[in-house]
């Protein structure tokens, strides 16, 4: 059996201009886009979490009913608290992220000093962007809300980017091709 997959040209066209105006969207208004995008994560985990505790209850094997109550319990409380405070949950995740890439760049430090002291030559540059690395993680974890907009700028113009291409792939199509 043969599964083919088809894109109208219709089709193209109009995800490419939705790709546009939600990339103005995110890219006008960074703050809100990520505001918004946090709280569908957390009505998502909130019905994930109901749909878990469902089948629960409707399920008849005991290892199963259990892992789905927990793991329905666990969604629904994280999308109630998600919903609930948004801005504390898109700080969260760029503070964490601040401390990864800082944790990253000491260890590009300790790498770059291994280097030096066996007699590597250019180990001074790998040095600089590893402090420089950690820098920027420090940067990320003290500024979260201004590394989120800038992050959802980024996005912003990505979508921009996506819907273009959408639309000059939508308007090169033929009308009907044959496989």
């Given at each position: 059996?043969?599964?083919r997959?088809?894109?109208?040209?219709?089709g193209?066209?109009?995800?490419?201009?939705?790709?546009i105006?939600?990339?103005?969207?995110?890219?006008?208004?960074p703050?809100?886009?990520?505001?918004?995008?946090?709280?569908v994560?957390?009505?998502?985990?909130?019905?994930?979490g109901?749909?878990?505790?469902?089948?629960?209850?409707?399920h008849?094997?005991i290892?199963?009913?259990?892992?789905?109550?927990?793991?329905?319990?666990?969604?629904?409380?994280?999308?109630?608290?998600?919903?609930?405070?948004?801005?504390?949950?898109?700080a969260?995740?760029?503070?964490?992220?601040?401390?990864?890439?800082?944790i990253?760049?000491f260890?590009?430090?300790?790498?770059?000093n291994?280097?030096?002291?066996?007699?590597?030559?250019?180990s001074g540059?790998?040095?600089?962007?590893?402090?420089?690395?950690?820098?920027?993680?420090l940067?990320?974890?003290?500024?979260?809300?201004?590394?989120?907009?800038?992050?959802?700028?980024?996005?912003g113009?990505?979508?921009?980017?996506?819907?273009?291409?959408?639309?000059?792939?939508?308007?090169?199509?033929?009308?009907?091709?044959?496989?």
């Amino acid at each position: 059996m043969e599964f083919r997959f088809q894109r109208s040209k219709a089709g193209a066209i109009l995800s490419g201009i939705a790709f546009i105006i939600l990339g103005i969207v995110a890219f006008t208004h960074p703050a809100n886009a990520t505001l918004f995008l946090t709280e569908v994560t957390g009505w998502v985990l909130i019905v994930l979490g109901v749909c878990g505790l469902v089948m629960a209850f409707t399920h008849f094997s005991i290892m199963l009913s259990q892992l789905d109550f927990y793991g329905g319990l666990l969604a629904l409380l994280l999308g109630i608290l998600v919903v609930n405070w948004p801005q504390f949950f898109v700080a969260w995740i760029f503070v964490l992220l601040g401390i990864y890439v800082m944790i990253a760049g000491f260890n590009s430090v300790f790498a770059a000093n291994s280097l030096r002291m066996i007699g590597v030559s250019g180990s001074g540059g790998a040095m600089f962007g590893g402090f420089l690395m950690a820098f920027l993680g420090l940067l990320l974890m003290m500024s979260p809300f201004m590394m989120a907009d800038v992050s959802m700028m980024v996005a912003g113009v990505a979508l921009v980017y996506s819907g273009v291409v959408s639309i000059i792939d939508g308007i090169r199509m033929k009308k009907h091709e044959d496989a």
